[in-house]
């Protein structure tokens, strides 16, 4: 009787290490699961960006305001019979 005992403690400690600290523990699974979150978090700031593009996009095709600004931030032009102030510190 001793050695059943004996025997199923050595199979309960076994599954105990298994649970908490061999391959596939609950460790593991926490781990895996604040990976997931931060993956989650990352992918929603992506397509955050990927909307707002998507909507300047559909601006720069279809109107012609998104265009001017552009032209006017990054290139520098104006209209024709605006005058052009240069201010300086």
């Excluded at 004996?6 to 298994?18: K, R, T």
């Excluded at 609950?26 to 990352?42: F, G, H, K, S």
Aim: proline share 0%.
């Amino acid at each position: 009787m001793k050695v059943l005992y004996g025997f199923l403690i050595i199979v309960f400690l076994n599954f105990q290490f298994q649970l908490w600290l061999g391959e596939d523990s609950v460790r593991e699974l926490n781990m895996l699961q604040t990976e997931l979150d931060a993956q989650r978090q990352i992918n929603a700031e992506i397509e955050e960006r990927n909307r707002l593009l998507e909507i300047e996009v559909v601006e720069l095709k279809t109107g012609l305001e998104a265009v001017e600004e552009r032209a006017r931030s990054e290139l520098g032009m104006i209209e024709k019979g605006e005058t052009f102030y240069l201010l300086l510190d």
